[in-house]
């Protein structure tokens, strides 16, 4: 790293364990040093001190819009048209039942086998739940540009895939869509701070993604959910709680949406997680995400030169070119859990997706050359010798 690399600065903004070389900030994104003092903070002052009256004094209840235009500045969101609260689920389903509520004259989903399974079922659910004869079509990623017909209602798709990194490319598929007339929804759950996105410009009409990958959030952080402003006031909110009324404290017996993107907000706000969210969001200050595109293809070409150098026989699962890619490199073992365990064992902390996925992420803002340069020599080690080879590396924990 040279003297002036923005990501020396941003480094030292990460609280990381002392050995240990991070490859996982895909999964889980790394402790940013701010989080603990803010939430304490919140705790200690808000909470403790102003008790109830924090919700107006300390702008609780706003935190989830005024956060949501913070995500929103990494995804190409304009201001006001994200939103928080909830997990990625939910508001899978929130986007999924408003997208069908628009086009209710056609009756096909569209997705791929690349998509994570919750998004796939959520769209189970959600077609048992309105008993309107949906129709859940899954295809692989290949074909799903030629399987956008003019029955396809809804085209729900995510942006990188979690097991393979390979990247859709979010404009062409929306057009797409909407020749179609068809909608977009596009999970963005490996792509909100992976990687340049514009969700405006890729005129997608609803747009989810998760806060504790690449955001940093922490574990179980809200989720996000924008709407394109022309769809926003016509969206109808499946989940349709207080928060999203036009006003909650009217108490009205009846369900009025509230403006805009603020109709997707669903109950009270986990104000604790929010907070950490948003101190964990500091570090993106002044960060460009093209140069941290350009890190992370660099980072994740040297670790696939440098594995497959050392180990030839060990399969990318990941498209080759960089350009394909998400923010994450995988290769495919059938002892892939074992593998990682040992690799674990020896402080280099990738994850495992079955059946056969070794993952390991890119994240610039923490993870530097050397650490890529000795996290490759010590698989490629481990994969020589054998050593993963053991009835305890076999044994497996509950989450992978
Ligand atoms: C991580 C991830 C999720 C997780 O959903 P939660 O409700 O936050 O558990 C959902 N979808 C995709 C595409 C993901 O990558």
Redesign the pocket.
């Known amino acids: 790293m040279s003297a002036n690399d923005p990501f020396r600065a941003t480094r030292a903004l990460f609280d990381l364990p002392e050995g240990v070389i991070y490859l996982d900030g895909n999964s889980l994104g790394a402790l940013p040093k701010g989080v603990s003092a803010r939430v304490s903070e919140v705790i200690a002052n808000e909470w403790g001190r102003e008790l109830i009256g924090a919700w107006n004094s300390a702008g609780w209840v706003d935190l989830p819009r005024r956060v949501g235009d913070r995500v929103g500045r990494l995804i190409g969101a304009p201001e006001g048209t994200v939103v928080m609260g909830d ?4 508001k ?1 389903y929130q986007a999924l039942a408003a997208a069908l509520d628009l086009v209710p004259q056609r009756r096909v989903i569209l997705s791929d086998t690349g ?2 399974p ?2 796939l079922y959520m769209a189970e659910g959600l077609i048992a739940s309105l008993g309107r004869g949906h129709e859940l079509r899954v295809v692989e990623p290949e074909a799903v540009e030629a399987a956008i017909e003019e029955n396809v209602a809804a085209v729900m798709l ?1 942006q990188v895939d ?1 097991r393979t990194g390979r990247l859709h490319d979010m404009a062409a598929l929306t057009a797409k869509a909407h020749a179609a007339g068809a909608l977009a929804i596009w ?1 963005l ?2 792509s909100a701070g992976a990687l340049p996105v514009d969700v405006a410009g890729a005129k997608a009409d609803f747009a989810v993604g ?1 806060t ?2 690449y955001l940093n959030g922490g574990p179980g952080a809200p ?1 996000f959910i924008y709407v394109a402003p022309h769809l926003a006031e016509s969206a109808r909110p499946a989940l349709s709680g207080w928060f999203g009324h036009e006003a909650p404290f009217a108490f009205e017996p009846a369900y009025r949406p509230a403006a805009g993107v603020e109709r997707m907000r669903v109950g009270t706000p986990p104000i604790l997680a929010l907070a950490a969210l948003d101190a964990a969001l500091d570090v993106w200050d002044g960060i460009d995400m093209e140069t941290v595109r350009a890190r992370s293809i660099q980072l994740g070409e040297l670790f696939i030169r440098a594995v497959q150098a050392a180990v030839p026989g060990l399969e990318l699962a990941s498209p080759k070119g960089p350009a394909a890619r998400g923010s994450q490199v995988s290769f495919r073992h059938a002892d892939g859990y074992a593998v990682m365990q040992a690799l674990i064992a020896e402080g280099v902390i990738g994850d495992y997706r079955a059946p056969d996925i070794m993952r390991f992420g890119f994240t610039p803002l923490y993870l530097g050359e050397d650490e890529v340069r000795r996290g490759a020599a010590i698989l490629a080690d481990i994969l020589t010798t054998g050593r993963w080879d053991t009835p305890e590396f076999r044994r497996r924990n509950k989450v992978t």
Do not use: E, G, Q
Request: some cysteine.
């Open positions: 997990t990625l689920s939910i899978v998509n994570f919750t998004d995510t979690y999970d759950a490996h998760c504790y990958k989720a």
